[in-house]
């Protein structure tokens, strides 16, 4: 069965740092997110990307934050200069396209846990 | 901001119950609703969706959407220990391509 991939599982920085984390969603999607998860809190939105520009993004995703679609397999999430409260799960979602809107079905990756120290 | 509350719980129901998971929004321009299941360490997996003020049914599980009172639930009947989990009630914003989630209800199935 398809699945959303994502590199690395574990990511630890030092704070100003810059890191990517990497997504691989499914391979017939047109519609990628990411969303972050604070240890204990809810999951919270960042930002969603479609026909290679940002669709949304939410207050927290400014310019600390960027995307990218680099290749017709990855998409990518990069986060310069990194906080202490960066510290979070970060999910990569993908869904399919259904007559030029999103389908209800997002598919969510396994996470990325990034560490600030 | 668009909130989505959610009791935090644990709720706790015995093996074979039906277990009630209850959600509301603040924004009535949300168009679409979803049921998220997330395991502790893992992440979250679609159950249902709904966007028809009514009920909707799949298998054991019940979603309940009343668009008047911004009011969104899930029942799953026959709970097993296996659908123990944080329940997460998610809404898409004005624009589909955006979403704000619950803080999630953990329910504890015991055998």
């Known amino acids: 069965e398809p699945e959303v991939t994502q590199t690395p599982s574990h990511q630890v920085t030092q704070m100003g740092q810059e890191v990517i984390l990497r997504c691989v969603p499914i391979?017939?999607?047109?519609?990628f997110y990411w969303y972050r998860q604070i240890l204990g809190q809810k999951v919270e939105f960042l930002v969603s990307?479609?026909?290679?520009?940002?669709?949304?993004k939410s207050e927290i995703f400014d310019d600390q934050f960027s995307v990218e679609r680099p290749d017709g397999s990855n998409f990518t999430l990069k986060i310069r200069s990194t906080k202490l409260e960066d510290s979070a799960m970060y999910f990569c979602?993908?869904?399919?396209?259904?007559?030029?809107?999103?389908?209800?079905?997002?598919?969510f990756g396994p996470g990325t846990r990034l560490t600030v120290t | 901001q668009k909130e989505v509350e959610q009791n935090s719980g644990p709720l706790s129901v015995p093996e074979g119950a039906i277990a009630s998971l209850n959600c509301t929004y603040s924004?009535?321009?949300?168009?679409?609703f979803f049921w998220y299941r997330q395991y502790s360490g893992k992440s979250p997996e679609l159950i249902m969706f709904?966007?028809?003020?009514g009920d909707k049914e799949d298998g054991r599980f019940t979603a309940q959407l009343n668009k008047a009172s911004q009011y969104v639930s899930l029942l799953i009947r026959d709970s097993q220990p296996s659908d123990s989990a944080t329940y997460l009630c998610?809404?898409?914003?004005?624009?589909?391509?955006?979403?704000?989630f619950g803080s999630g209800t953990k329910l504890n199935v015991k055998p």
């Open positions: 979602a993908s869904s399919e396209g259904v007559s030029g809107a999103p389908s209800y079905e997002q598919y």
């Open positions: 391979s017939n999607h047109l519609y």
């Open positions: 990307f479609y026909n290679n520009e940002i669709s949304e």
């Open positions: 924004d009535r321009g949300s168009q679409s």
């Open positions: 709904i966007y028809s003020n």
């Open positions: 998610a809404v898409n914003g004005d624009n589909f391509n955006k979403f704000y």
